[in-house]
């Protein structure tokens, strides 16, 4: 069965062919009842009533703000056309806005745990992208200066002419397992921090496969050599720009060897003891939430269904 995680499941088309037409595009900005979702230093807009909802503003709203940075295309829905808009340079947007005290920035994070999931992936989107644009305004070919084309999905060198694409960056996330026990670990810091223990994760190398990636991952931070690796599922994460790629694997080997500059503490954890922290009803072992991809490694396996 196919898992619909947080910050996936956006609605949009993301319409390419509408995104290079600059004419299209242009009257799309134009257009009354396109919609409009600021970021303020990657916090989103939110609307808190009854339910957290994205913060969607309207054509009018947005041409009143003084903001230099050009909006994001990110899709069409139901043939509206929807952007994305850094609005970081405003002091303070809410003021400028004239929004009531239901709408606020909010972190990522926190909203995703309250929108629905065609949101939460709209969100990721939109965070994703905008911060690309921020963190990517000169040219790593010459130093440049770039300025964005088709809609946001591109930036062009000024000097050299290069072109520069939104990036995503494989992240193997993974389950190991030895028998009736799976192996998670703190990492330095965050996880140390919270007293939780998650699946282990790493950066996909240049030139790795995703299986390649599990198997190198587990061996530096645990010592354990795994053998058979499957893919289970995917989640976008868009902190800044990654993609979580969820596999189980299987144990060939249990003595564990821990790299102390990357890891807290890494143990095999037996699955009872699995079972009743998912439920946090383990006062020794606290699991990630549904939010994280790690969550539904960790349940998949605890519920036997798992064959790797
Ligand atoms: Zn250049």
């Known amino acids: 069965m196919e898992i619909t995680h947080t910050f996936a499941g956006n609605p949009f088309d993301r319409s390419d062919a509408q995104r290079r037409d600059p004419a299209w595009l242009d009257a799309a900005l134009r257009d009354p009842s396109s919609r409009f979702l600021p970021l303020s230093h990657l916090n989103v807009l939110v609307h808190d009533a009854d339910e957290l909802r994205l913060g969607w503003l309207s054509r009018a709203d947005v041409a ?22 850094d609005v970081s340079e405003l002091g303070d947007a809410l003021h400028e806005l004239n929004l009531d005290e239901a709408w606020r920035f909010d972190d990522a994070r926190a909203a995703a745990m309250r929108l629905e999931t065609s949101e939460t992936g709209i969100l990721a989107q939109s965070r994703a992208q905008v911060g690309w644009h921020r963190s990517h305004r000169c040219c790593s070919a010459c130093g440049a200066p770039t300025t964005p084309a088709r809609g946001g999905h591109v930036r062009i060198c000024g000097a050299c002419k290069t072109e520069h694409f939104p990036r995503t960056d494989p992240v193997a996330i993974m389950l190991i397992l ?15 921090s919270t007293g939780m223990y998650s699946a282990l994760a790493g950066f996909i190398d240049q030139g790795e496969s995703i299986e390649e990636a599990v198997r190198r991952e587990i061996r530096e931070e645990a010592g354990v050599i795994v053998g058979a690796v499957r893919y289970h599922s995917s989640q976008p994460w868009p902190f800044p720009s990654s993609l979580m790629i969820g596999c189980h694997g299987r144990a060939l080997t249990a003595k564990i060897s821990i790299d102390t500059a990357e890891m807290a503490d890494v143990r095999w ?17 606290r699991v990630p939430g549904p939010i994280a991809i790690a969550h539904h490694l960790i349940k998949a396996w605890a519920d036997g269904d798992v064959d790797v």
Do not use: K, T
């Open 64 to 85: 009143r703000l003084d903001v230099a940075a050009s909006p994001v295309f990110l899709g069409v829905l139901d043939g509206v056309a929807h952007f994305a808009i």
């Open 178 to 192: 030895d028998g009736d026990r799976c192996l998670l670990g703190q990492s330095q810091g965050r996880l140390a």
């Open 269 to 285: 954890f037996g699955r009872d003891a699995v079972r009743s922290a998912l439920r946090n009803a383990n006062p020794e072992l």
